[in-house]
């Protein structure tokens, strides 16, 4: 059996080569990667415009992932988050791209949080054309959406076959579980979000979306907007 103090001896000799050296520093980098991404934040883009006005395409934010340690996204939050249809492997290659954000290909949206656990959330359409979403049946008044005309028409009613289709808007009401979450992008008239593929489990937030850091004309912490129900 190989004593602590020969195994040192080995491990002082194998780090004096170069090339013990650079794997020892590349494993160094990647478990603090590892660490700052799955327990500290991350840095992202905005590739798409469903979160005008509040975000838009090509701004730099910071997500913050260590509160989600401590409890759950509240009403207004900005999340970052894997969608339904994203399907998370746990081999070890895409795992440890998804922990470091090296070379990684699951496709991740930012929508805003509507509908907590155990809420009912709906869309109602008043005769102007303007709509409005309803929690628990009072209307939930927003005041950083884009438009409330922009909202695109339900149809009605939906054949069951079709429920499921995610390419088909539903203005529901959706019945919100104990881990469920009814997600929105501010951009109501161009956002796939909630309405087309249904609420959003909890083990499937990244992070809280906290602070525009580029460009510095939109530099600015993203604050849990005002609304009331």
């Known amino acids: 059996m190989i004593s602590y103090k020969e195994l040192k001896e ?3 000799d ?6 013990g050296e650079t794997i020892t520093t590349v494993i160094f980098v990647v478990v603090m990667l590892v660490i ?4 500290i934040g991350e840095v992202r883009w905005i590739p798409s415009g469903s979160m005008n006005p509040t ?6 934010i910071v997500v913050e992932r260590f509160s989600r340690f401590f409890g759950v996204p509240k009403r207004g939050d900005i999340m970052v988050f894997y969608p339904p249809s994203t399907q998370l492997s746990k081999m070890p290659l895409p795992l440890i791209s998804r922990l470091t954000g090296i070379f990684c290909k699951d496709v991740a949206y930012i929508k805003r949080v509507v509908g907590l656990p155990g809420d009912k959330v709906e869309i109602k359409f008043e005769d102007d054309g303007s709509a409005f979403v309803y929690i628990n ?4 008044k927003e005041n950083y ?4 005309y922009e909202y695109p028409l339900c149809p009605a009613p939906i054949p069951q076959r079709m429920i499921a289709d995610d390419r088909i ?14 997600m929105m992008g501010d951009n109501r008239g161009n956002s796939q979000d909630s309405r087309y593929w249904g609420v959003l489990k909890k083990d499937r937030f990244i992070g809280r979306a906290v602070f525009i850091f580029w460009p510095v004309n939109r530099l600015r912490i993203l604050h849990r907007l005002k609304n009331t129900i």
Not at 55 to 60: F, K
């Open 36 to 39: 700052i991404r799955f327990f």
């Open 14 to 19: 194998f780090n004096k080569t170069w090339w």
């Open 145 to 148: 959406i884009k438009s409330v």
């Open 169 to 182: 808007m539903k203005c529901g009401p959706f019945h919100l579980k104990d881990d469920e979450f009814f």
């Open 10 to 12: 080995k491990y002082d």
């Open 55 to 60: 975000l838009i395409e090509g701004d730099r």
């Open 137 to 140: 049946d009072k209307k939930y």
